[in-house]
């Protein structure tokens, strides 16, 4: 089966606009779905597990890159400072 290189387009802005509800529970799923290169996900699925009350997952989402060496500047460093 091949993969719809523009799914994942769709697939932020109907969690973006979950998320933008309230609706984490139901955002985060899509989150997921976007292949792991997608510019933010990592920021959007730390968002969504924050409103989740899921606060050690969220962390552990922003430390993953940081922890294996992977060059993280910006946004993920400040989204770990936030939560």
Same mark, same amino acid.
């Given at each position: 089966m091949k993969t719809d290189p523009l799914a994942a387009r769709p697939r932020y802005i109907l969690a973006n606009a979950l998320m933008a509800a309230?609706?984490?529970d139901e955002a985060? %799923?899509?989150i997921q779905k976007l292949p792991d290169d997608f510019p933010g996900k990592i920021n959007w699925l730390e968002?969504?597990?924050?409103g989740q009350g899921r606060i050690r997952e969220?962390?552990?989402i922003l430390e993953? %890159?940081?922890?294996r060496g992977d060059e993280?500047?910006?946004e993920p460093r400040g989204f770990l400072g936030y939560v």
């Open positions: 309230g609706r984490f985060a %799923p899509h968002r969504a597990r924050v969220a962390i552990e993953d %890159p940081i922890n993280v500047t910006g």
